[in-house]
């Protein structure tokens, strides 16, 4: 498979060239030249296949040759373990928990698989420098995915104050090749550092950069895998008919895993609806209802992770849709709520369903709810995080003490290493050229 710039002005690149190179010089997005559609068979076999089997199937033809089918298998065993309960939430409305992994995140997942394919690229001699910005879980997944991996450093950048306290010292309290940076600035800012980074020649020259946000296709790719799972539970579940529709609603910041999602339905993959669910940064919202698609910069919200006034991944959904705004809209709808909606919604369904809500699976809920009366289809809500990730904010809703788990109870009373930088490229440059003589 090769995969070329959404933007058109860079050449063609292997898998592995791809997830190496992370970003095309051209400041486009990798995609691939061509997308499988998986035979009627794989899908009558859906249902009752285990989660590695599933993973292997879907996600063979995007990497080979660069990973044989053997060892495309051992990396799905290894990654693909942890489990997603489709739980009913209500009549007609599900939750796809996805926050079973170490961090209690869904981007557990993608963190690893990427891991495992830079681990195996890797050129002995010159390390990988993997250089990552978030707004809450990705720092988390990826430092978690990459700890102790040999020949792979690892530096995330993330907003100053804009991650919750159990966030940051999931990236903040490993050490070993893990560099966690604060920047003076929001989540865009720090996304705009490393795309300076990755079109900075004097960097490319000195050393080898790498992404592992949702813009590294080994990262991105594998969240399809999530997709395919839930359709299968779901008839597993409800035997349901043929004709039955699905509706998924996905909580969306950088719009990664609903780019997965789409990119599956494009396999085959039978979901008639997704609805783009985000918070005041509606930036995609309000391009599907007006046609102008307009960045601006984000605003804090209660669903940290979805602060994002630029969303990297979306032009991959116009890609796929030959940037055809009636036909994104067929099967895209938009949806945004703000902080007392949400508040509203966790506490109406904690006493209500007895099921208690994240920031980012609430809007996506309601979503669900505002939605599904029209559409007369099923409903699938993506719960991407694990409640207690955010306790401040959960504790102060329902006026309780809501329990850490064990994988968050890890990260207590650690020292935090964290180095601060203002929003300055240049600051940011040195950062890297120091960290990559000391390990040259």
């Keep these: 498979m090769k995969y070329y710039s959404t933007n058109r002005q860079s050449p063609e ?9 992370g970003l095309p010089l051209d400041k486009g997005l990798f995609f691939p030249e061509r997308v499988p559609e998986l035979p ?15 993973a292997f199937q879907v996600l063979k033809e995007f990497t080979a040759p660069d990973i044989a089918a053997d060892q495309l298998r051992a990396i799905c065993n290894e990654v693909f373990t942890f489990p997603i309960p489709l739980v009913k939430v209500e009549k007609g409305i599900y939750s796809l928990e996805l926050f079973h992994g170490p961090t209690c995140a869904f981007k557990d997942v993608g963190a690893r698989f990427m891991s495992r394919c830079l681990q195996a690229f890797a050129t002995k001699g010159k390390p990988v420098t993997v250089l990552v910005a978030t707004s809450g879980d990705t720092g988390s997944a990826v430092a978690n995915g990459f700890l102790g991996v040999e020949n792979i ?20 309290t490993l050490g070993q090749n893990i560099r966690a940076v604060a920047v003076e600035g929001t989540f ?25 946000n949702s813009i590294n296709v080994a990262r991105w790719l594998p969240q399809m895998v999530y997709y395919f799972y839930a359709w299968g539970q779901w008839k597993k579940l409800e035997h349901t008919r043929p004709a039955e529709e699905l509706t998924i609603s996905v909580p969306s910041g950088n719009f990664g895993n609903l780019a997965a999602g789409l990119i599956a339905r494009k396999m085959g993959l039978p979901i008639t609806y997704f609805i783009a669910a985000t918070n005041r940064n509606k930036v995609v919202p309000d391009y599907l209802e007006s046609g102008v698609y307009s960045p601006v ?31 994104i809209q067929q099967v895209v709808k938009g949806f945004w709520a703000d902080d007392e909606e949400v508040k509203a919604a966790i506490k109406e369904t904690e006493a209500k369903d007895d099921y ?10 309601l979503a669900l709810k505002k939605y599904l009366p029209a559409l007369h289809t099923t409903g699938i809500f993506l719960e991407t995080a694990h ?8 504790d102060e809703i329902l006026g309780g003490d809501i329990a ?5 109870q890890a990260f207590l009373n650690r020292p935090k290493q964290s180095a601060s930088i203002k929003n300055d490229f240049t600051m940011l440059s040195d950062l890297l050229k120091e960290q990559n003589k000391v390990n040259a």
């Design 188 to 212: 865009d800012d720090c996304q705009s550092l490393v795309k300076q980074a990755f079109s900075d020649p004097e960097l490319a020259k000195e050393m080898q950069l790498s992404s592992a």
């Design 387 to 394: 409640p207690a990730k955010f306790k401040q904010s959960i």
């Design 297 to 327: 910069p984000s605003v804090a919200t209660i669903a940290n992770a979805m602060d994002v006034g630029s969303p990297n991944n979306f032009p991959r959904i116009q890609e796929m849709f030959g940037n055809n705004l009636e036909a």
């Design 356 to 365: 208690v809500l994240d920031p980012h699976g609430a809007i996506a809920y």
């Design 153 to 172: 450093e690892v530096v995330i950048l993330y907003p100053k104050g804009g991650v919750s306290e159990i966030q940051e010292m999931q990236f903040t």
């Design 404 to 408: 850490l788990p064990e994988q968050l």
């Design 40 to 54: 009627p068979s794989f899908f009558e076999a859906l249902p009752d296949m285990e989660l590695p089997e599933l």
């Design 13 to 21: 690149l292997s898998f592995k060239e791809a997830v190496i190179k």
